[in-house]
Each structure stands twice: as C-alpha cells, then as structure tokens.
C-alpha cells in the first residue's frame, strides 16, 4: 500500500512540473509553509499629506480564499495625478510578472482614464473607463520592481464619490508553474477640491520683504481713522467735499499696503509719479505628482481720490512673459477729466482662475500713476494677496495668451491716462495754496 502511495505522489509531482497550473489561492503557500514567492507592499509615492492633492492606501482583504490586495487612491477631478511607485513587487529571485485588467466597474466608470506599468514597462491602460490595453509584455523581476500608477478623473464624476474599480490580476511564474494574485484599484475624488497656497501676504509682518517697491508704498498699521483736507486744487474749482475721514481698516488682520503720498497735510508730490508694488510667484508645472494645471489670483484694493481718469489712475494687473491681464487698466471712478468729487470705491475684491501659467513665473502689480501737478489727491490700499493652485475642474478659466489678454508690446504705456495722458491733458490753473506745475 506504501509503494503505491508513493508511486501516485511521484506520478502527481511529475504532472506538476511539466503543466502550466493556474493558481489563485495564494493561502496554499502558506500551508505548505513555504514564504509566499511574491508580496505587494505598499509603494512610498502615496500622497504628501503637506499638501494635500492626492492620497493612497494599499490594505489586504481575504474574498473566498483568495488574498485581495487593494490599492485606494483619491484624486482631483480634471487634473492628471502620478504615483510612482504605489506598490513595490517583491520576488524570492527571479521571476517574469505581468499584469492583466480584468473588468472596469463603477457608477462613474466612464469618467475613469488610467496607466499602470512595471518597472516602466506598460501593463494595462483604461481611457473612458474602457480597456485599450489588457495586459503588456512580462517583465523579468529580480527582487524587487515598482509599479506606477497615472490616473485621471472627468468633470463628469461628482465630488466625495468612488469613481470605479479596475480589477486585475498579478501573473508570475513560480518553480515552472505560473500563479496570479489579485489586485483592485479604486479609484475616489475628493470631497472637497484640494488648494496649495503658492503665495499669500496679508502684510501682518509689517514689511514689504520681498516685494519690488516704489517710494511711496508702506505697510500700516491702520486701526485708526484720519481727517484728510485737500488744499491744492485748480481755481475755481474746489474738491467736494474738501475734507474727509477716511475710515479704512484692513480686510483681515490689523496691516494693510498704502500705495502714494504718506503726508496727507502736504500736496502730492511732483512731477509725474508711477508708485507700485510688485511681486513675482514661481508657478511649478507639478506638485506632489499632480499637475498644476489652474492658479487662482485673489487680492482686494481700495481706491481714494479727489481726482479723475484723465489724470490719476491705477492699474491693477498680472503678467506672464509677454502677456499681461488687466483686472483694472487707467481706472479711476471720476470718469475722463471730472475731477474735483472725492470717491472711495470701498474695498473690492478681485479673483480670476488662470490657466497657462504652469511651469512659468506670473507678476502680480498694483500701480498708482500720479499726474505731475499736485492737485487733487490719490491713494490705494491692497490687502490679502493669494496665489493659490487650484485642484478641481474650471469651466472658464482665463487662459494667458487667449483673447483680452493685450500683450506688452501693444498695450497702451504705462503713465498714459483714459481720456488724457500726461501730454494731452487739459491746463489746470494753479491755485494759489499749492506748490508745483499746473495741468497746463
């Protein structure tokens, strides 16, 4: 009875070696306490929580004998994410390992584009939640090998959702049989679209560092209001009123950015002034792995003046190498040469999503242009400026080399008014409290 036992067991290991056997239930290693001859572990490219813009988790489930491992990742939508690698294949020596897709499921299947590789070699690829590619080539793994994972999400899966599952199996050959782990990739958006701040200043340091500057561009402290009277103006023609409180407090905070002449007592200053503050912001092309595809510029500027477009303005823009975007160009509420009034336009806030801007350096600049008398006082106020990168889908972003964005070389100069530049400006007669040139 021995003797046939045993010839049955030589029979059975014989077939076993010549057959190629197909095996799933990966728990059998572990019966016959041999170490499992390939192991997924989790990758080290799995989401900077310092930013924010993407996240993985790589856990095991056992499902009817067989050992599931799932890879999780959560992602914005419209923007294209890398993570490389998410799981290292580790092998006992030598063995060829390829993957093969298996099915895409999923409420949101269809938003779903995505590429998996092996140690660079592709594997399997899904566009529109549909497999173009099934598998790739095998690839001879010795030790160990990183699997990289590239994935997009459409506008059309809703925020906080499981997007779709992509079911695939592990193939790799194991002492002349082949065997097959599975593997589930899950994909999920963010319930909320994930920001990173590229550049903030609310001016609570108290200093302009960093930023390029004028003379007449201060940090203040303005937690107090001021009585302004405007005593240079052109005879006959008095500010209304000609005296005002301004009452300015900062947006946030208690400091805010002062642009033109400090000593309200005194006449503007002359000739002709172009004060400014201006700042430049590297805009990388990837953060974390995701693509940096929109830039949301927000600041908020407060505008006060006795005088009008034809002579003292400001202007508020942003520029990329050759093209520049106006928010406000030679603006000032005291249309053409209708100076005299006194207007505070308040606090407005500007916030405008730019695409085209990854990979480059943009120039934030706030501009006040003074005309060359001392009449009729100007000052602006910039407060909470925000370049953030912004992770989520956009209908209809401003793009910088699109239609209303002028470049420099045909805009109008810089110190040329609305209605009347500095040379074409009617006369002003001097008054005779005022020091300096008149409008004329």
């Known amino acids: 009875m021995k003797r046939v036992t045993l010839l049955l067991l030589s029979i059975l290991l014989a077939s076993a070696a010549l057959a190629a056997v197909t095996i799933t239930n990966v728990s059998e290693w572990h019966v016959r306490a041999v170490p499992p001859p390939l192991k997924k572990l989790a990758g080290t ?3 900077n929580p310092a930013y924010g813009v993407k996240k993985a988790v790589v856990y095991s489930s056992v499902e009817s004998g067989l050992n599931v491992t799932y890879v999780e990742v959560t992602v914005p939508r419209c923007h294209r994410a890398v993570f490389d690698p998410i799981l290292y294949i580790s092998v006992s020596g030598t063995a060829p390992v390829r993957l093969e897709a298996a099915s895409v499921t999923g409420a949101y299947a269809s938003q779903l584009s995505a590429n998996m590789s092996v140690s660079g070699s592709m594997q399997v690829r899904v566009a529109g939640g549909t497999i173009v590619q099934r598998t790739g080539p095998p690839v001879a793994v010795s030790g160990s090998a990183g699997v990289r994972l590239e994935v997009l999400v459409g506008s059309g899966a809703p925020l906080g959702v499981e997007v779709a599952r992509v079911e695939t199996w592990l193939y790799f050959n194991y002492s002349g049989a082949q065997a097959r782990q599975k593997v589930v990739w899950v994909v999920k958006t963010f319930p909320t679209p994930p920001r990173v701040v590229l550049f903030y200043d609310g001016f609570e340091s108290g200093t302009l560092a960093g930023w390029s500057r ?16 405007e005593t240079c103006y ?73 005088d009008s477009a034809g002579f003292d303005y400001i202007n508020l823009y942003l520029t990329r190498g050759a093209t520049t975007y106006y928010w406000k160009r030679n603006y000032n509420p005291n249309p053409d040469i209708s100076y005299g009034p006194f207007k505070d336009t308040g606090w407005q806030r500007n916030s405008t999503i730019f695409t085209g801007a990854a990979g480059s350096t943009v120039t934030l600049t706030f501009l006040l ?16 400026v925000y370049v953030v990168a912004h992770f989520d889908c956009v209908s209809s972003p401003v793009t910088l080399s699109a239609a209303g964005v002028q470049p420099l070389s045909v805009a109008q100069p810089l110190g040329a008014g609305s209605g009347a530049d500095a040379g074409s400006s009617p006369a002003r007669s001097e008054c005779v409290e005022c020091s300096g040139g008149g409008r004329g």
């Open 45 to 47: 490219d799995l989401g």
């Open 234 to 306: 052109a005879e006959g023609q008095p500010p209304t009123p000609q005296t005002i409180t301004d009452t300015t407090r900062p947006v946030a905070g208690s400091w805010l950015a002062w642009i033109g002449f400090r000593n309200q007592v005194s006449c503007e200053p002359v000739p002709a002034r172009d004060d400014y503050l201006r700042r430049s912001v590297g805009v990388p092309a990837s953060i974390d792995g995701v693509e940096v595809k929109y830039v949301n510029v927000t600041f908020w500027w407060r505008f006060l003046t006795w």
């Open 214 to 229: 004028t003379t007449y561009t201060y940090v203040e402290q303005k937690n107090y209001d001021v009585n302004v009277t």
């Open 369 to 384: 242009h003074t005309f060359r008398d001392a009449y009729y006082r100007s000052w602006l106020y910039i407060d909470e």
